[in-house]
């Protein structure tokens, strides 16, 4: 079946740091992928989202590139914040299957000052 | 633009109950799916309403079911409560099955 990896948190930074949360998929055929952010005691809300391969999802100053060839959908953001604390959940969809959404595990991100 | 409710917030149950858990979906949605977060772990998809119609389930059981109503609003309801049924109870509406899906903050369910 379809399923997510994500790496293990919580992964702590100092502002202002480079971030990176390693995601990589498994699935038949090609699924649309996103990025999930949850802070603490609220509900999940889409941070970017990619298509199709090599699609380019972006917002808030994270990113993300589908790559086919690695079955991987990494999340980046080149300079983090206190405010950028939260969980970070990976996940996948096909549009034929009702757009349900497959997580990964999620990530914690810490970022003190 | 009233975002997605969910109803109520917390909820603490004993084993063997059974519980009913409410959804509004976003305005002009008609599609709503629920997902389980158990602690430290990502959300499960549990079914999909599109149009008072179950339309995808999840690896749960007979006692997990749902209903969508005219005004697209929605209720998990869950028989027999076990322990292991302690999570947030996630809700997420969409414009038709296909459209992205916009997520409510939760029901935090304790099962005692």
């Known amino acids: 079946g379809n399923s997510v990896t994500q790496m293990e948190g919580p992964v702590t930074l100092s502002e202002e740091a480079f971030l990176t949360i390693n995601c990589t998929y498994t699935a038949t055929g090609y699924p649309s992928l996103f990025w999930y952010v949850q802070y603490p005691g609220e509900g999940l809300q889409l941070l970017l989202k990619?298509?199709?391969?090599?699609d380019k999802g972006s917002n808030k100053g994270f990113e993300a590139t589908y790559r086919k060839e690695t079955t991987s959908f990494h999340l980046e953001k080149g300079s983090v914040q206190v405010s950028d604390s939260a969980v970070y959940f990976c996940?996948?969809?096909?549009?034929?299957?009702?757009?349900?959404?497959?997580f990964g595990t999620g990530t914690q991100l810490k970022v003190e000052l | 633009e009233t975002g997605v409710t969910q109803s109520p917030t917390h909820l603490i149950k004993t084993r063997g109950q059974q519980v009913t858990l409410r959804c509004s979906s976003q305005s002009g949605h008609n599609t709503v799916s629920w997902y389980q977060q158990a602690l430290g772990q990502g959300p499960q998809f549990i079914f999909q309403?599109?149009?008072?119609?179950?339309?995808g389930r999840g690896n749960f059981p007979p006692r997990f079911s749902g209903l969508q109503f005219p005004n697209y609003s929605s209720e998990l309801n869950v028989n027999a409560l076990e322990l292991d049924d302690s999570a947030l109870y996630l809700c997420?509406?969409?414009?038709?099955?296909?459209?992205?899906?916009?997520f409510g903050p939760g029901t935090r369910l304790t099962v005692t």
């Open positions: 996940a996948l969809s096909f549009t034929g299957g009702g757009n349900k959404l497959t």
């Open positions: 990619a298509t199709k391969a090599d």
């Open positions: 997420a509406s969409s414009l038709a099955t296909t459209g992205e899906q916009y």
């Open positions: 309403y599109y149009r008072e119609e179950e339309n």
